[in-house]
């Protein structure tokens, strides 16, 4: 289309070849300033706008309007002015991609916003002020759905529109009507405002088939009615639909909450695999459609175009949303970016997906640039294919099409390896599992099968086949929906395949098929297991191995996230990468929303111990690294626990204070860990000995917030609010069972007790066996001026100068009565811990020593474990050498054996032929040093 010379001379000569460019590039541009060519003055001196200045100019417009005539025209030549503008500043590089694809979704915000607020006032004026039952008055909101509520909206489009309105009720005017009828009327008045074809033209097809039931549902519905569409009809496409769903119009604060109300609608709380399996589904469906309709070259739908970078984001989203809140996003450029940031994509992939999705977006709004028409298909006129390749600086369309192919080509290999998508012609003729299968759907006679299941290694073959049978006639396998069915179907014959190859066949189905019923009906874990072959190995060898992780899977199906990557599933993490993957796993999540952070918290645990499991039960760690683990775990949770309460509780109450010498300090608390915690040999679900000690003392001993308390009175609330982060049961499970009854007087002492008021409990009357216990402890958490006092206190207390003839006495009187009020009855029966000859005598011989001679070896303290305690007494010569090592090989092994007895869920109470020489051993040591 030949530019006038007229428009042409409205430019400066300067920019001449730049207008040419963009007028020969847009018919649609030339026609418009043709009409209008009072625009052009504005084109040259124009800015990126403002935020929410385009808003506020077009409600300002759309508010001074008085009839309805007027406005059809207004919103027209509004929308025809600034799409125009938009145009001039892309095809000029005035713009970015960004500014394009926002200012075009700001027009259209703008344009809904204000025709909503005119027809809302006109209507209320026909029939009154709509208020709830209870008189509140009552708005529309439009949700922007797709590229609109992305703010990435093309710049020739349909808008997607979903009406709601916050309750039922009905208008207080002359001519009422309730709600739905006032926001129906009003719904399409809007409608037709904006999608009437006039002398004007229109300003926007409005698509309104997202909404709940389609184009048979009503148009507007109430916040509690589309709750319950969502939860009770809506389907997988509509959850992928509202990912990009953006209240555009209305009270903001009520568009909150609704979409707050549909939120678990859209993002699962747990890991969702069975998204990876719909959109993959829905790509093959969106691939075999646009063969048909020849839509090849179509930059959004074909090979490598916008709609497989949109999923590759989706995908993620939809399956890790519920947990991770910053993917909730809807802007796809910056869900690119968060995904690169959560290392979910690499930043290679990352990087290619922006590069595309960018070269992608502007040829397809250079498409619709040409006449304003929703086009995605690439021209095939050579006029036109010369101009935009033009424009998108290329010297001619081979070399656009060349780059254009190597973007389609970057995203289709992403996109296929994210979602394993496989060619029809690449699945063999004959499943390798066909035998299993028929066995799985019961068509074979029972001699048959357990021939065949024999023959595969599955046996007994009749538990196996039992089991098989079990599952298939059950009431669970019956009422699961078709889809969750056909996934169980798929997963079977695999899950067997692999149960054969471990050496218990029976007990891996057994153990394997107790998580799978805790999961059939999330099937998308199901999904998982079928489309990871290595997870599902990986599942299989570990339940095989272990009740506890079984139990833990079963309870917990979201660890079922770990077994993805066996790198990292066993390769547990260091004492500094828990602390600094804790603080990432609760990065996004607000601190005021503790029920997250505890969730979070169970979360972390869970996966954490699962690791360190899975590395035990595979030889990968040694006993002592396992408590290492363990401890380290326990005490990155103890940290963050502790620091969450005291943020919470401080910006409420003020940091406690106290003045010493006329000088105001701030006072802090520690948590003093003991016993195994404090002997870092925590073991699988051991509680946590702890005891809460502050530094507050002098006067004036209160927090300096609006709100203050007495220092005792903050710090006891602030340690009952710890032990109930940790101890609570809640759908994640606990994190911990906490023993604070270690503590000064024990269960009737206070809570919370000062440092110097634990110095002197422990000098003037703790019993010995508290001093016992003292050797097993150490600081957890707690300031460095904490931590120094405490173990200052520590060395005063242990290194004291004792009656060695009275410490024995008290010392075997303490130990035999923990052998008859704990110790087996059974003479068939040996317990590890509490038994003569078990974990604990050799605790109290070490302990004993170590008190005995402190205050002539004080390095004797230094250490709260066992074996570097055992160390301490080689080196100070009150053992032998042989003697250490004889009784550390002895300590290691009884423990190795609690570890894997806790691994199958099972007593410490083991066959009294078990450990007979090294309980002799225990027992001549303990006579040796203790006597009788």
Request: charge should be negative; charged fraction near 25%.
């Amino acid at each position: 289309m030949p530019i006038a010379p007229a428009l042409l001379a409205n430019f400066p000569t300067e920019q001449h070849a730049s207008a040419a460019l963009a007028l020969n590039a847009s018919p649609y541009l030339q026609e418009q300033l043709t009409r209008f060519p009072e625009w052009v003055a504005s084109l040259l001196t124009s800015q990126a706008y403002q935020p929410a200045e385009l808003v506020e100019k077009i409600a300002a417009e759309i508010a001074a309007i008085k009839d309805e005539a007027s406005l059809l025209k207004a919103v027209r030549q509004i929308r025809h002015r600034e799409t125009v503008r938009i145009a001039w500043r892309d095809l000029t590089a005035a713009a970015d991609l960004v500014e394009t694809l926002e200012t075009t979704s700001d027009l259209a915000d703008a344009l809904v916003a204000s025709v909503l607020d005119w027809w809302h006032q006109e209507l209320v004026g026909k029939h009154g002020q709509p208020l709830s039952r209870e008189g509140i008055p009552q708005r529309m909101l439009v949700l922007g759905m797709g590229k609109l509520g992305g703010r990435e909206l093309n710049f020739s489009s349909d808008i997607d529109l979903i009406f709601a309105f916050p309750e039922a009720g009905e208008t207080n005017g002359r001519r009422s009507v309730d709600n739905q009828t006032f926001f129906t009327r009003v719904g399409q008045k809007l409608i037709n405002t904006l999608g009437q074809v006039t002398g004007d033209g229109f300003a926007y097809r409005v698509d309104m088939r997202l909404r709940p039931f389609g184009e048979v549902g009503a148009l507007a519905l109430s916040f509690d009615a589309m709750e319950h569409y969502y939860q009770t009809h809506g389907r997988e496409w509509e959850r992928y639909a509202m990912v990009k769903a953006r209240v555009m119009a209305g009270d903001r604060q009520e568009g909150l909450e609704l979409m707050e109300r549909l939120r678990p609608f859209v993002y699962r709380r747990y890991l969702d695999y069975g998204s990876i399996e719909q959109l993959r589904d829905m790509k093959l469906m969106i691939n075999r459609e646009a063969l048909r309709k020849g839509k090849q070259q179509d930059v959004k739908l074909g090979k490598g175009g916008i709609r497989e970078i949109e999923f590759t984001a989706q995908v993620f989203q939809l399956m890790r949303g519920g947990r991770e809140r910053a993917l909730q996003e809807r802007n796809l450029l910056k869900t690119l970016d968060i995904l690169e940031q959560q290392t979910l994509l690499s930043g290679e992939d990352a990087h290619l997906l922006r590069e595309a999705y960018c070269f992608l977006r502007r040829a397809e709004n250079r498409v619709q640039m040409w006449k304003d028409e929703q086009a995605h298909a690439l021209p095939t006129d050579p006029e036109q294919q010369q101009w935009m390749a033009a424009s998108l600086g290329f010297r001619d369309w081979l070399s656009f099409m060349q780059s254009l192919d190597m973007h389609r080509e970057q995203v289709s290999l992403i996109f296929k390896r994210i979602f394993a998508v496989e060619g029809e012609e690449d699945k063999p003729d004959e499943d390798p599992n066909q035998a299993l299968i028929q066995i799985w759907q019961g068509q074979m006679e029972e001699e048959h099968a357990c021939d065949l299941l024999l023959s595969w290694g599955l046996k007994p073959a009749s538990e196996c086949w039992q089991q098989i049978q079990t599952l298939r006639e059950s009431r669970l396998y019956k009422s699961l929906t078709e889809l969750a069915r056909t996934r169980l179907d798929r997963l079977m014959p695999e899950l067997l395949a692999v149960c054969a190859t471990q050496t218990n066949p029976a007990q891996a189905l057994t153990r394997s098929l107790q998580v799978i019923h805790a999961i059939a009906r999330r099937s998308g874990y199901i999904v998982m297991l079928v489309d990871h072959p290595g997870a599902l190995e990986q599942f299989v060898k570990l339940v095989h191995a272990s009740v506890w992780i079984t139990a833990q899977l079963t309870q917990h199906p979201i660890l079922l996230d770990a077994l993805l990557d066996t790198r990292q599933l066993y390769r547990p993490l260091n004492r500094q990468e828990l602390g600094i993957a804790l603080k990432q796993a609760l990065g996004g999540v607000d601190p005021e929303d503790t029920g997250l952070v505890m969730e979070r918290l169970r979360q972390f645990k869970q996966a954490q111990v699962l690791r360190v499991a899975a590395a035990d039960i595979t030889g990968k760690l040694p006993l002592m690294i396992v408590s290492d683990q363990l401890t380290w775990i326990a005490e990155a949770i103890l940290e963050e626990t502790t620091q969450h309460v005291w943020q919470a509780m401080t910006a409420k109450s003020g940091v406690p204070q106290y003045v010493v010498n006329g000088v105001k300090q701030d006072a802090s608390i520690a948590i003093v860990g003991y016993g195994k915690l404090g002997g870092i040999e925590l073991g699988y679900g051991s509680d946590l000995d702890i005891v809460f000690l502050h530094d507050s003392c002098g006067e004036q001993q209160v927090t300096n917030g609006e709100k203050p308390l007495e220092n005792p009175v903050f710090f006891a609330r602030l340690a009952q609010k710890i032990i109930n982060a940790l101890s609570t049961f809640t759908h994640d499970g606990r994190l911990y069972e906490t023993d604070t009854r270690l503590r000064p007087s024990g269960a009737s002492g206070l809570l919370v007790t000062s440092a110097e008021a634990f110095r002197q409990y422990q000098l003037e009357k703790a019993w010995i066996w508290e001093h016992q216990a003292l050797l097993r402890s150490r600081m957890i958490t707690g300031s460095p001026a904490l931590r120094q006092q405490f173990e200052a206190i520590r060395h005063e207390i242990l290194c004291q100068p004792r009656d060695t003839e009275q410490l024995r006495q008290e010392v075997v009187q303490m130990r035999q009565k923990m052998w008859d009020a704990l110790g087996s009855k059974d003479q068939n029966i040996f317990n590890v811990k509490k038994d003569p000859g078990g974990i604990t005598d050799i605790e109290f011989i070490v302990q004993y020593l170590i008190l005995a001679h402190a205050h002539q070896y004080p390095a004797l303290v230094e250490w709260s474990d066992n074996i570097r305690q055992l160390d301490s007494l080689r080196n100070a010569k009150l053992l032998s050498a042989e003697e250490v090592s004889r009784l550390q090989d002895i300590y290691r092994s009884l423990r190795n054996h609690t570890h894997k007895l806790a691994l199958q869920e099972e007593s410490t109470a083991i066959s009294a032929e078990d450990f007979l020489a090294e309980r002799d051993y225990i027992k001549a040591i303990w006579l040796k040093y203790l006597g009788g």
